[in-house]
């Protein structure tokens, strides 16, 4: 039987439109420090994709679920999502998971 932890892992998918990526970007790079400095913040990347050039992906890793809301709920990611909507050529996808540990 296997188990799972309590950190979550979050995967938010982010998709430029053509020709906003450092628009984006030059809003996105100054926010990635601060959420590492977050009670409850494990680990968290910004990487873009090697296949498709306006694909950017946050990895994060929470130590629970609701220090993620705690982040999401943030007043500067509230208003960050706002700033970015005419920037990006599809919803942002935010997927949550939790790590399968052994038996």
């Known amino acids: 039987m296997s188990s799972q932890s309590n950190q979550v892992r979050v995967i938010v998918l982010i998709n430029a439109k053509e020709g906003k990526k450092q628009e984006l970007l030059d809003l996105l790079m100054p926010l990635v420090n601060p959420p590492r400095k977050r009670e409850g913040n494990v680990t968290y990347t910004f990487n873009k994709s090697i296949e498709d050039p306006n694909e950017l992906l946050f990895?994060?890793?929470?130590?629970?679920?609701?220090?993620?809301?705690?982040?999401?709920?943030?007043?500067?990611?509230?208003?960050?999502?706002?700033?970015?909507?005419?920037?990006?050529?599809?919803?942002?996808?935010?997927?949550?998971?939790?790590?399968?540990?052994?038996p």
């Open 59 to 102: 990895d994060e890793v929470w130590e629970s679920k609701e220090a993620y809301d705690k982040h999401y709920n943030n007043q500067e990611s509230v208003d960050l999502r706002t700033k970015i909507q005419d920037l990006v050529s599809k919803p942002i996808e935010f997927k949550l998971y939790n790590e399968i540990t052994g």
